[in-house]
């Protein structure tokens, strides 16, 4: 509980708990929405590609402006826009619209402010608590964020079932609506305690724009293979072993359990990476980082074979929740390593070219489950993938010894020559 010491983590993690759960409501009418007005399910995944695609063009603006600009202000300025996006939800939904490509568009906006939220969110975290604290600080937020992460869509369900027009006239807000409200809510919360933190970061990055200083975050990433080998460790392993897109099959054609047993499995991965956060919360990791995260990644390879075997639910669901606890260990330590391991001044440009390694390992694994479940069927597809995983495993550390013999989570010891790293990132 060391990183709750600090007033400002605390009450950046109290907004962030609260605009997740709304968030995650939020995503589950919209989701509702669209598909009652086309029944259509590919129109379900352009929603996820319309909040993905502004992450991907503007990667590289969206690190430079957490570096150039006091990241409190940023966070603030995306959020704001966040309200506008939900509010045009809620005039949406009281108008009864029967169009999606408005839809998308205020999806697309709402991505946006994420792509620029999210690197400058990343940067924030360090200037909340004292460095000797921050592992702490990590592996708290991983256990709020998977909890709102479990609670946010149930809630969305419920707020979107609920007979509101019983108690007071809401016209036409019933339903999706109701929900779009709540989320306001949540977001001017946010925007409320974030507002009230006393942090000022201020500028970082000193520099006039140019394209070696916009290129600086690739840079430094590839000039440290401990950095390297993290984020392309993640990017191949979730790419290969992830197994959500295919849960649907599993639920219906495999386990025979139905809608209630696919909320079962969803909700599995994310109960054993709370319940990991906060058995690391009171035990962290104090030496042989590296070598722990590779076993954690071997684990998460074999539990996912074990998932794609079994014809029990019970089974899988053990599976699954071993597999969110070894993944949630290997998500601590990588957070870890990319603030640690980074300079202040170039900490949102490095997250934003982690958050292009992870959305891609997300959106694409999707693709690939989907593409090799049609090729071989689910069952093979998920096998092969927790084998590819532990394939990945072994190689990487080989490729990477710096990434396996990390010891202890400190920036001493992760940067043993930060001036050398930073001229190469920052040299034409």
């Known amino acids: 509980m060391e990183a709750f010491a600090s007033s400002d983590f605390r009450r950046y993690q109290l907004a962030r708990s609260a605009v997740i ?3 995650e409501a939020q995503a589950v009418a919209v989701a509702w929405q669209i598909y009652s007005i086309t029944h259509r399910a590919i129109d379900l995944g352009y929603t996820g590609l319309a909040l993905f695609l502004p992450g991907l063009l503007f990667l590289l603006p969206s690190g430079h402006v957490a570096d150039r600009f006091d990241r409190r202000h940023v966070i603030l300025l995306c959020y ?17 619209m029967q169009q999606i490509f408005p839809i998308y568009a205020v999806l697309f906006m709402v991505g946006t402010g994420r ?13 909340l608590v004292p460095e000797e604290h921050f592992v702490n600080a990590v592996t708290w937020g991983g256990a709020i964020f998977q909890f709102a992460n479990i609670t946010g869509p149930a809630l969305g369900g419920v707020l979107f079932t609920l007979p509101f027009d019983r108690w007071w006239p809401t016209g036409r807000l019933e339903g999706g609506g109701v929900v779009y409200l709540f989320a306001v809510a949540t977001e001017l919360l946010f925007l409320a305690l974030v507002s009230s933190l ?16 916009l290129l600086a975050g690739f840079k430094y990433v590839w000039s440290l293979p401990l950095l390297l080998g993290a984020f392309s460790l993640d990017l191949f392993v979730m790419l290969l072993g992830g197994a959500v897109a295919l849960m649907p099959i599993f639920a219906s054609e495999i386990l025979h359990t139905g809608p209630r047993g696919l909320g079962m499995l969803r909700a599995a991965p994310a109960l054993g990476a709370v319940s990991m956060s906060l058995v690391m919360a009171r035990f962290p990791i104090v030496r042989r980082a590296g070598h722990k995260m590779f076993i954690c990644v071997s684990i998460f390879g074999i539990a996912t074979i074990l998932f794609g075997i079994s014809r029990s639910l019970w089974i899988s669901l053990l ?38 390694f992870i959305g891609a390992s997300n959106e694409l694994g999707q693709f690939e489950s989907g593409v090799t479940a049609q090729w071989w069927g689910a069952v093979r597809a998920t096998i092969f993938g927790g084998v590819g995983a532990l394939v990945v495993a072994g190689v990487w550390a080989g490729l990477f010894p710096s990434l396996r013999r990390v010891d202890g989570l400190n920036s001493a010891s992760l940067r043993p020559q930060p001036d050398d790293a930073l001229k190469a990132a920052t040299e034409s």
């Open 21 to 23: 759960l709304g968030a």
């Open 80 to 96: 704001t826009l966040q309200v506008f996006c939900t509010v045009t939800l809620v005039v949406f939904a009281r108008s009864g």
């Open 115 to 127: 792509a620029f939220s999210g690197p400058a969110s990343s940067a924030f975290i360090p200037h």
């Open 198 to 213: 006393s942090v000022r970061p201020g500028r970082m990055e000193h520099r006039a724009v140019s394209m070696q200083v």
């Open 319 to 356: 599976a699954l929740a071993v597999g969110g606890a070894a993944d949630t260990i290997s998500v601590i330590i990588r957070g870890s390593l990319l603030q640690l391991a980074t300079p202040q001044e170039m900490r949102g440009r490095v997250s934003a070219v982690n958050s292009l």
